[in-house]
């Protein structure tokens, strides 16, 4: 690995846990943190660190504060705050990008220019992350790659009639049909859309950006499909594309292995972010995340790509910083999510 001596690895967390549909809400209204059981996910991966890593190549920094009813747990207090229309508004008001904007201003203030690793729920707080680092290095200089079940690149109203058009179409669908989540939303900020507002601002290069194990990519009917809401959808990914922008599905990463070390040949830039959230793993390797709709890859697999990625810092590329996110707190300490995550920082960081 291209190592940085004069840099170390700062980790950080930040609890947001902001997720408005139902079955989110009732687990935090009604699950209780057991006793000795861990509230932050930052606390279950460097519980892990802190005994299985030499103290002198790492500092930790602790979370950031988020409300109690913005906590997997929150207070008892707080509970009464909780509900579906009240997610609904924090997400509508941009509430993400908020806390997205903490978390640059604090790697700002606090980290760079040594290296972040942010450990978190909320996967738009990536945004924050990236953007200040791309600022503090050259968006030309730093490229994205996200490991994700989902891409994380679509506008709400996108989604929203893709959603709709399943409710209609699709007698197995997983959505409901009261959830808010599919009508007159504003087009904010949030853990599906961040990527699309990074390039839409100009804080990444579409070039610059690699999505990697995506399992929402349209089907092939889908290109055959007349219906706009599908057109749309499907369009939306091959502008994506147009653009510069690198998709790989969840069957390129297991099937094509010669295609995924092909495409990560193709990064250019000196320095790269890692984003992995850790529903590429979900219902396989892992179940301590937030969404569970897709079921990603089984741990060999997993692993396997993330000895791609050490490969590429092999090869003299530098990391400037990584996150794991979307971990379900309530959940996590139930099965190896927290081991998982942690064995992941170590292969990526020091090989281990």
Known sequence: METQPDKKWIFFGCPLDCDERYEAIEEKRTIEKEEGGIEDPYEGIMKIIRREVDPSLWIEKGSLSVPGRLLPFPPVEAREEISTAEAVAFLDRDGCRDYADQVGAFIAKEIFPDLPCLLAIDHALTGGAYRQLSEGYHPEEISLIVLDSHT?????????????YDL????????????????????SYNASSFLNH?????????RNLFLLGIGDYPPKQAFRNKDPRVKRYRDHFLRLKDRGVTLLT???????????????????????????????GAGNA???VRFL??????????????????????????LAGLDLTEINARQAGQDQTYRIA??????????A
Do not use: C, H
């Not at 997993?302 to 810092?313: A, M």
């Open 152 to 164: 994380d690149a679509l506008p709400m109203d996108l989604l929203a009639g893709i959603i709709q």
């Open 168 to 187: 209609e179409t699709n007698p197995q669908t997983l959505y409901d049909p009261e959830d808010p989540f599919i009508r007159n939303r504003f087009d």
């Open 198 to 206: 990074l390039l839409e601002n100009g804080s990444i290069k579409p």
């Open 250 to 280: 969840k069957s390129d990463l297991v099937l094509n292995a010669s295609k995924v070390k092909s495409v990560l040949k193709q990064i250019k830039t000196p320095l790269l972010y890692i984003s992995i959230d850790l529903d590429i």
């Open 286 to 288: 892992l179940q301590g």
């Open 293 to 318: 709709d897709r079921q990603g890859l089984n741990e060999p697999q997993l692993f396997r790509v993330v000895g791609y990625l050490r490969d590429l810092l092999g090869r003299g590329m530098k």
């Open 342 to 351: 942690a064995d992941i920082i170590k292969k990526l960081f020091w090989g």
